[in-house]
T-cell receptor, first 112, second 113 residues
């Protein structure tokens, strides 16, 4: 069975500071991993995806994530937070049955 | 290329009624999945359709059903609405069955009173 755990339902960072959102996964087969962002009253927008190619994945808006098999992690980072990054972020895993399993989400707050 | 569209965007219904939500995938995409998003349960997979056939189903009661048409457009139906069905219903499209990358629509906000 596959699962996703996002540590920290709420994260606050100062504008210009490093953003680190944590995601750990469980999967019995090599997974595909995704990060999505959701702004209020909107759907989910794909930030980046890991599909067994490079372990360091670069996405949109300056975000990147590193796949670490030994730690079963896929943490999302951005070197410098911007006010527009305030949103909810979801990590998702897909393997085997092709269904997505989403984490519970992390709401990012950016302080001026 | 136009994105995934969902109609209506907002809906208010009364307990016991039924509702139908519509989703038009990105042009050329043949797979459509539905998700329910609530503050308490998060994002939960409802079902996936490909070539007018349901391929996967989540753990939801039979009151939740769906279908897909030959043009890949999909509808989901919820009968005998309950207060707990209040949620944001998201539709996602992908190129084909098993395609890992999904593109989400803006969702339909359903409120059951």
């Amino acid at each position: 069975a596959q699962s996703v755990t996002q540590l920290g339902s709420h994260v606050s960072v100062s504008e210009g500071a490093l953003v680190l959102l944590r995601c750990n996964y469980s999967s019995s087969v090599p997974p595909y991993l995704f990060w999505y962002v959701q702004y209020p009253n909107q759907g989910l927008q794909l930030l980046l995806k890991y599909t067994s190619a490079a372990t360091l994945v670069k996405g949109i808006n300056g975000f990147e994530a590193e796949f670490k098999k030994s730690e079963t992690s896929f943490h999302l980072t951005k070197p410098s937070a911007h006010m527009s990054d305030a949103a909810e972020y979801f990590c998702a895993v897909s393997s085997g049955t092709y269904k997505y399993i989403f984490g519970t989400g992390t709401r990012l707050k950016v302080l001026a | 290329k136009a994105g995934v569209t969902q109609t209506p965007r907002y809906l208010i219904k009364t307990r016991g009624q039924q509702v139908t939500l519509s989703c038009s995938p990105i042009s050329g995409h043949r797979s459509v999945s539905w998700y329910q998003q609530t503050p308490g349960q998060g994002l939960q997979f409802l079902f996936e359709y490909f070539s007018e056939t349901q391929r996967n189903k989540g753990n939801f009661p039979g009151r939740f059903s769906g279908r897909q048409f030959s043009n890949s457009r999909s509808e989901m139906n919820v009968s005998t609405l309950e207060l707990g069905d209040s949620a944001l219903y998201l539709c996602a499209s992908s190129l084909a069955e098993g395609a890992r990358e999904q593109y989400f629509g803006p969702g339909t906000r359903l409120t059951v009173t």
